[in-house]
């Protein structure tokens, strides 16, 4: 005969299933909370960078005033609407 009885391994026993579904809980939990935090941080870096390689909108636009491309009445206009 086995020593841990006929139908239980170890681990199965009394006492020791509780804990390993607890375990196998924790470790999906923290598998889905760590997904979740890396795709929030994804998707802040990717929003936080304009269109031309991390300049935000208003980078871009200040560029084009300096340029003389918009005049300052443009330039306001277009600053409020982004604001």
Known sequence: MMPWGMMWGPGWGPGYGLFGWLM?????????VGAVLIIRWLVTETGSRG?????????????????????????????????
Do not use: N, P, V
């Open 24 to 32: 196998m809980l924790l470790f999906w939990i923290l598998i889905i």
């Open 51 to 83: 269109a031309a390689g991390g300049d935000t909108t208003l980078d871009i636009l200040k560029r084009r005033y300096a340029k003389g491309e918009i005049t300052k009445d443009q330039f306001e206009a277009m600053k409020q609407d982004l604001s």
